[in-house]
């Protein structure tokens, strides 16, 4: 193609690109390992990342209606003392029901020296930010998820409740430790509480999964769905150890971990 025909938007057979527009001349930088959620019908909200360089730490909202961008520039938060500063790349995210109240909640991630196991709420509608304090496993009050990052997050609205499972923790020493094998429920049924702005009754539990035929392995950087109906976990890919990657489908059901056998349809 003549370079003097080339243009910033180009369409193939499966994509297309845009042209965004800015808001006073802002435009996110390049990043990778950030959250997104799709807050309402035309809107996009970013969050964290990193360019290998930095983690960053500022909200960015897309619109798709007008193709603009525009940073959040201030946090407010529940606690006046309390300042939102975190940068975070590799976290987690889902758009949730707490109450009746969409509410997006974030999990785990790196910021540059250390890995998180915090749970933060965020409320869309006006990017309002709280850190909740969370129950341990019920059989052991002791008993959290290691902080992470690279792990995959599903939402279950039937039971309001998130999967988290694998991950990534380099300062771990051990090296099977650092991909996380075992599977955490996050349960969100805040019973007899109020959730505007009262302490919030979450709790942890680890699931002890069985290993059928040896197949069970730790993966980061995997990703995954939950398919309500059957109440399966499925998981694709990631990375096992430091340079091996996963071309695996595996199904979390009943507790069992099962290796599935598929064709490729030509």
């Given amino acids: 193609m003549d370079s003097k025909n080339k243009s910033n938007n180009y369409t193939s057979k499966y994509f297309s690109s845009i042209e965004s527009k800015t808001i006073e001349g802002y435009s996110p930088d390049s990043r990778a390992y950030f959250i997104s959620e799709i807050i309402d019908s035309e809107t996009i909200m970013i969050h964290g990342g990193s360019n290998k360089k930095e983690e960053y730490q500022q909200i960015d909202i897309f ?18 003392f309390f300042i939102f500063d975190k940068k975070l790349s590799g976290h987690s995210s889902n758009l ?31 990017f309002l930010f709280q850190q909740v304090d969370v129950r341990g496993d019920k059989s052991n ?48 049924n805040c019973k007899n509480i109020l959730y505007n702005y009262n302490y919030l009754a979450f709790m942890w539990e680890q699931i002890s999964l069985e290993n059928k035929s040896n197949s069970m392995i730790s993966l980061r950087g995997h990703s995954s769905a939950l398919l ?28 069992v971990w099962n290796i599935l056998i598929f064709m490729i349809i030509q």
């Fill in 63 to 80: 619109d798709s209606s007008t193709l603009e961008w525009k940073m959040i520039h201030e946090f407010s938060t529940l606690d006046p």
């Fill in 96 to 126: 949730v029901n707490i109450k009746g109240k969409n509410t997006i909640v974030i999990y785990g991630g790196f910021d540059g020296k250390f890995y998180s196991n915090a749970i933060y709420l965020i409320d869309p509608e006006n």
């Fill in 228 to 255: 309500l109906k059957s109440k399966k976990l499925l998981i694709y890919g990631g990375v096992i150890g430091f340079t091996k990657f996963s071309d695996k489908i595996f199904e979390i059901s009943l507790l």
């Fill in 141 to 188: 009050n002791s008993v959290y998820p290691a902080s992470r990052s690279y792990h995959s997050s599903n939402y279950d609205p039937e039971e309001n409740c998130l999967y988290i499972f694998g991950g990534w923790n380099c300062n771990i020493t051990a090296m099977m430790s650092k991909n996380f094998l075992s599977l955490w429920k996050f349960d969100m």
